[in-house]
Nanobody, 125 residues
Framework: QVQLVESGGGSVQAGGSLRLSCVASKYSFSRNCIGWFRQVPGKEREGVAVIHTVLGSTTYDDSVKDRFTISQDFAKNTVYLQMNNLKPEDTAMYYC??????????????????WGQGTQVTVSS
């Protein structure tokens, strides 16, 4: 059974940092890709950062490059999203997802079949 559990969200002021964690079942981790997505009410879920669990390669949305870092810890079956210099526009529900998109890890949310329940990130100005 695929299971993903996120944690680490919260409320911070602009310029602050948070680290999100996604604990994945071993089956989830065996998928090629684990990604972080975010969604605000009324908008589509968008990709933030993804990691290829075998190659270790990463891809980021332009809006978070140089501020966010995705990483993995095989021993803990955990993928992290370190978020620095947070901005109000980063406010969203953050989800981790696992899958094997045909065209590579950086793909639409619909390409990921397994999702966690989400963790809220709120950044105040």
């Amino acid at each position: 059974q695929v299971q993903l559990v996120e944690s680490g969200g919260g409320s911070v002021q602009a310029g602050g940092s948070l680290r999100l964690s996604c604990v994945a079942s071993k089956y989830s981790f065996s998928r090629n890709c684990i990604g972080w997505f975010r969604q605000v009410p009324g908008k589509e879920r968008e990709g933030v950062a993804v990691i290829h669990t075998v190659l270790g390669s990463t891809t980021y949305d332009d809006s978070v490059k140089d501020r966010f870092t995705i990483s993995q810890d095989f021993a803990k079956n955990t993928v992290y999203l370190q978020m620095n210099n947070l901005k109000p526009e980063d406010t969203a529900m953050y989800y981790c997802a696992a899958g094997s998109p045909i065209w590579g890890c950086w793909d639409a949310a619909s390409s990921y079949p397994s999702w966690g329940q989400g963790t809220q990130v709120t950044v105040s100005s």
